[in-house]
Every structure is written in C-alpha cells, then in structure tokens.
C-alpha cells in the first residue's frame, strides 16, 4: 500500500473509510518488517493513543492530523518514555514527566506518535552511525547512511514507516538526511516552532521540523507545529540566485541539481542572478566555535566526569573538547560572533537582490558505511547547510536529482525569515518535474 497525502490519510479516516487503529496497525506491522533499518530507538504507546482518537473522531473531533501515525525523534521529551538522545549517558535515564511542546502540537490535532527515532549521539553527526543503539540504515541503498543527525526519521519517511517525523536541525540534520533518502525536509525559521523540551545542542541554531514525502504534507506539519498560517505564491517569474562561493564544492551530481532546478525553474519564467556571499566559507569555522560552545556548556550538567568519561561518544568528547576551549578564550567567540554578523549582512544583501536562493542540499549522495572518509569530509556534509542555520533562515530540502542507481540528492531552496510560504510554493515545482 503506498501512503497517501496526510490529508487525504485524514479523509478516509474522518469518514470511516479506515480507522486510525487499523492505519496504526499498518504501520507498526511496516515497523517491525523493517528492524534492520534501526531507524527507532523506542517504540511508544500508539495503539492507545488510535484507539483514543479514534473514540474522540467519534464524538466529532476534526483535527488537522485526526488519527495520522507520525514519528519524533529521539531527543524530544514524551511523557513516560526516556530521551536518550542516542547516548549511552542517558539511556538509563528517568522517564521524561511532560511532553515537549512541539509533541503538544501534535497531540492536539489529533496524530499518533509511533515512536523516537534513532539519531547521532547528542545529534553532533552527519552520518547516524554514532548511536549507542547502532547505526541506521539508508533504504534506498543499505550499505549507505542515512545522513545525520536526524537520519531515524529521515528513514521513516523515506521507508514508509510512518507519515510525517520531526527531525531537529543545527547545522543541516534536518536537510541532509531528507537529500540522501529521499524526502523533504524543512529547516523552519529559527524560533518559528517552540523547541522546549528538546534537548539543546546549540540554541541560536536549534531548529525542529517536519521530513515529510511530499510538500503539501511539510505546510501542513510547518502549520500545526509553528501555528501559523501559509499561503500558495505565485511563482512565475521569480529571480532565483545561485552563490557564486559554493561552486567549488560541486561534484557531478550536485552540478545535476543545479542544471535541474534551473531547467525546470525557468519554465516556469524565473530569472537567475549569481550572487556572492564571500563569507559562507567561514560557516563551518563560526559553526565550530559557537556550536560547539553551547553545546559543550548544555553537555555540563550531564552525568559525573567519570560517566562522561566513560559513557560519552568520540565525536561528542571531541566537541565538548573544542566547546571548552573556546569558552575560555572569549576572543574566539567575539570573532566568531563578528563573522557571523558579517554572514548574516551579507545573506540579507544576497536575499535582497533575489527571491529565493538555490543549491544542492548536499555535496554529494549518501556516501557507503566503509567509505574511507576523513572526519573533515564528513564534517563537510552541511557546507551548503550552515550558512542558512548560522542566519536563522528557514530553508527546505526537496528532493531534485536521482541517478540511476536510485540514489539522491536534494536542492535547498533558502529565503528571507518568515518566507515559509514561498519555499512551499517554489518547493512543489520541483516535485512537478
Ligand atoms: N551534521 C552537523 C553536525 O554534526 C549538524 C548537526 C545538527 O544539525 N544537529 O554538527
């Protein structure tokens, strides 16, 4: 059974065409066919949760989600289940009391919440294969990864395992997972859902949002979740740039990505201007230096040294590491703060000279588990990714170029804060293709 649009899952089941306990079912049944995936850490209370809407449809309850299974991932509090985050630190950790507010959100219009998904550890990775729960598999090709850091509910998705699932994006773990599986994703305006109760890797760039399989379901998760209301734009016509800066980084597939999105764009009568932005070369420095600083200082309260020691991952060592260091020499961080001001300044300019800004997500497809890759490759994954997320700037990930071997990458399509509506609109051209 293929998925249909959440809205048209929503019909059936309003009308009673399907319960959302049967539709439930299905999926739970797709979850447990599919464990080699490890795309779920912790499997939650769904059938209760159906059967309750279930009764609540009943009595009239109309949500905007009325019965539709979705996933959150595993960094977001549920009420009775642990965060584990994918660390080893918190796996035992106590039942979380509340849940987070996005999980409100959903809640309130009517979703069943399936599970949490797997992730990297502390959501520091582009490549999900530091979990203590192990690492997730990419369907489109299982000896590949899924991207990271949200690459659980990347692959949900992109299996069919549930409708819709929250991701969480810092620097591109949101958009890079939804490139190499696949699916959409959208790193929403910073601040534009309310993170509370998602534990905090960097709070200037945290953002949480939807992956989805297709646009239409991306608005109307954006919607619930953000509580706003968007809007259908009229494309035609649009001026589209495309930074000078981030050439150099192209390979021949994300070069496709960009011939693709020009081609299918100017059918619909959109100019393009090249535009430079000199400055997202120092994304990954800024990242390196404010990212890691709050996150080395929300890791603190964490356990005792010693289970930090023992319990904590590589990866996140490494960052607590450069976090620490960096907050104790203040300069670094000014200067830092001073290039992202500049970045900032300069992305509005570019912003202004245009509608939207197109690239690849990524700078590649999914790369294979044993590929040889330095940690400085991988870390490269979110070059394309970080200057939006540094800017607080919503950008979506819509999938663009498939190669033969089935394989993908995505374009992003960024633009000014608030400007979801265009991103959802420019966003189904490409879907269209
Ligand atoms: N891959 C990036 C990193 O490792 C992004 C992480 C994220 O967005 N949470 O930091």
Do not use: W
């Amino acid at each position: 059974m293929r998925i249909d649009r959440i809205s048209d899952l929503r019909q059936k089941i309003l009308s009673g065409v399907i319960s959302s306990e049967e539709i439930t079912l299905e999926f739970l049944s797709r979850i447990e066919k599919n464990k080699k995936l490890n795309c779920f850490i912790t499997m939650l209370d769904a059938l209760e949760q159906a059967r309750a809407v279930d009764k609540k449809i009943k009595d009239g309850f109309v949500g905007r989600l009325a019965g539709i299974p979705v996933a959150i991932k595993d960094n977001m509090r549920y009420k009775g289940s642990v965060t584990t985050c994918g660390s080893a630190i918190l796996q035992d950790a106590l039942p979380d009391a509340y849940d987070c507010e996005a999980v409100k959100k959903l809640k309130a219009e009517g979703a069943v919440i399936l599970g949490k998904t797997n992730m990297d550890e502390f959501a520091m990775g582009s490549s999900n294969t530091s979990s203590v729960f192990g690492p997730v598999l990419n369907p489109l090709d299982n000896g590949r990864v899924p991207g990271g850091s949200s690459g659980g509910s990347a692959v949900a998705v992109s299996a069919e395992l549930c409708c819709a699932a929250l991701g969480s994006d810092t620097g591109g773990s949101i958009r890079q997972p939804a490139s190499y599986c696949g699916v959409v994703g959208l790193k929403p305006t910073l601040g534009s859902i309310d993170g509370n109760g998602m534990f905090a890797l960097s709070q200037d760039m945290d953002q949480i949002g939807p992956l989805t399989r297709n646009v239409d379901d991306c608005k109307l998760m954006f919607e619930v979740l953000s509580g706003r209301k968007t809007v259908d734009i009229d494309c035609r016509g649009l001026k589209i740039g495309f930074i000078k800066e981030f050439e150099s980084r192209y390979n021949d597939d994300t070069r496709k990505v960009i011939e693709k999105a020009k081609e299918l764009l100017s059918d619909f009568g959109c100019t393009f201007v090249e535009l430079s932005a000199p400055s997202v070369n120092a994304a990954f420095a800024v990242y390196l230096v404010l990212g890691n600083a709050q996150s080395a200082n929300n890791l603190r309260n964490i356990g005792t040294s010693e289970e930090r020691g023992k319990k904590l991952g590589d990866e996140v060592k490494k960052r607590v590491i450069i976090g620490e260091y960096v907050l104790s020499h203040p300069e670094i961080v000014d200067k830092a703060k001073r290039v992202k001001s500049g970045m900032i300044s300069e992305l509005d300019r570019a912003l202004n000279e245009c509608d939207a800004i197109v690239s690849p997500t990524a700078p590649s497809v999914a790369f294979t588990f044993d590929e040889n890759r330095s940690k400085d490759e991988i870390v490269y994954s979110d070059i394309f990714t970080q200057p939006a997320s540094i800017a607080g700037l919503p950008a979506l990930s819509v999938p663009c170029y498939t190669r033969n071997d089935g394989l993908t990458v995505g374009a992003q399509i960024v633009a000014r804060k608030n400007s979801e509506s265009l991103l959802f609109s420019l966003g189904r051209l490409f879907e269209n293709q």
